[in-house]
């Protein structure tokens, strides 16, 4: 179910569930986005993430039975789970309308039914004489309408165009008006929400967002940085810091030669030994969104191919073997703690045998 955005800037079909922690995480490096709405969905369920300053401030689930009973309790990881999800990003440039969604994410649902058995007219009244504060939506199909109410009276109204493929954002009460003697014959399905500091205490609000933390990206990632440092501290046993840096150098500068930007922070320091692969992070915007969460693992492997054909022909048998021995190990342990990723070991093995 689509509600009120800008503008679409990116979609993408068949998206894997498992990587939208992934997708917003990387809005957040990125930067690039002000203020937007990530949309996952899958069959009824959809996962909404509102974003501030590139940055997540609160998601939430919302499914509808065939019958359009509303749930809002289902649980994230059901989204997660899917194989495939139509995955949206939309900007919202228009401030009050970013207002109106902070306060449909937070608030819970005060009425939801048929517009059949819903008196839209009495129920527009009853804000004006309590002075309320409210959110008054309307579902057509798969899109919603959102009116909003201040203190009782009307503020403003934005409704889908079907035609346009947009939504169309009003001040006009006149115009709303028009828009509720429509209503006898669309019978859409009402949503109400009163927005109330009050009602805000009492319901327990969460911001959502524990789902970030499981970064399948940011995860494996940071397993194959460590197999690359246990690499270079073995190349630090055998040759000089100056020898190791040229080393780094030639390596980096072919990389960069098949894919520039990407790599092109990658660098050595001799005072700590060590590579800032976390760069790499941070530069996955350059790599085509098709290659940049389940198939980005093929540039780690290239990059672990690469030590392990150096180490193969600069090392002795016996620190070929123990450093063989260290990086499986180290992947067996991390495939047993982590079940998404069943299957890594046999990835690595094969590479691995470049050093037996």
């Known amino acids: 179910m689509i509600i009120p955005f800008s503008e679409l800037k990116l979609y993408i079909a068949d998206f894997e569930g498992k990587y939208i922690p992934s997708f917003v995480n990387d809005l957040a490096r990125e930067s690039s986005l002000s203020r937007g709405l990530v949309l996952a969905q899958a069959g009824n369920k959809t996962l909404y993430v509102l974003i501030s300053d590139g940055r997540a401030v609160i998601s939430k689930v919302l499914a509808f039975s065939d019958e359009e009973d509303l749930v809002t309790d289902v649980p994230i990881n059901e989204i997660m789970a899917e194989k495939s999800v139509d995955l949206y990003l939309f900007s919202l440039s228009n401030d009050t309308v970013f207002t109106w ?62 035609e346009k493929k947009r939504y169309v954002f009003e001040k006009n009460a006149v115009k709303f008006g028009s828009y509720l003697g429509s209503l006898d014959v669309s019978k859409p399905a009402v949503l109400c929400k009163k927005v109330s500091e009050k009602i805000l205490a009492s319901s327990f609000f969460s911001s959502g967002l524990d789902f970030l933390e499981n970064d399948p990206v940011q995860t494996e990632s940071e397993l194959y940085f460590g197999c690359f440092k246990l690499v270079f501290d073995v190349f630090a046993k055998v040759m000089p810091a100056e020898k190791l840096k040229e080393l780094s150098e030639k390596l980096f500068s072919y990389l960069r030669g098949r894919y520039p930007q990407f790599y092109s922070k990658l660098s050595f320091s001799t005072e700590t030994m060590s590579v800032n692969w976390e760069s790499m992070l941070d530069e996955r915007k350059s790599v085509a969104v098709e290659y940049r969460f389940g198939e980005y693992h093929r540039y780690l492997d290239e990059i672990l191919y690469l030590l392990l054909k150096t180490s193969a022909s600069v090392l002795s048998s016996g620190k070929k073997r123990l450093l063989a021995m260290d990086i499986g190990e180290k992947i067996r342990r991390f495939e047993e703690e982590n079940k998404d990723f069943s299957g890594m070991f046999d990835r690595f093995d094969k590479l691995l045998k470049i050093l037996r």
Do not use: I, Q
């Open 101 to 162: 969604l902070t306060d449909f994410f937070t608030y819970p649902v005060s009425l939801y039914a048929s517009g059949r058995f819903v008196d839209v007219m009495k129920l527009v009244s009853s804000f004006a004489e309590n002075k309320e504060n409210a959110l008054l939506c309307f579902k057509h199909g798969s899109a919603m309408n959102v009116v909003s109410f201040e203190k009782g009276n009307f503020k403003g109204f934005a409704w889908f165009d079907p």
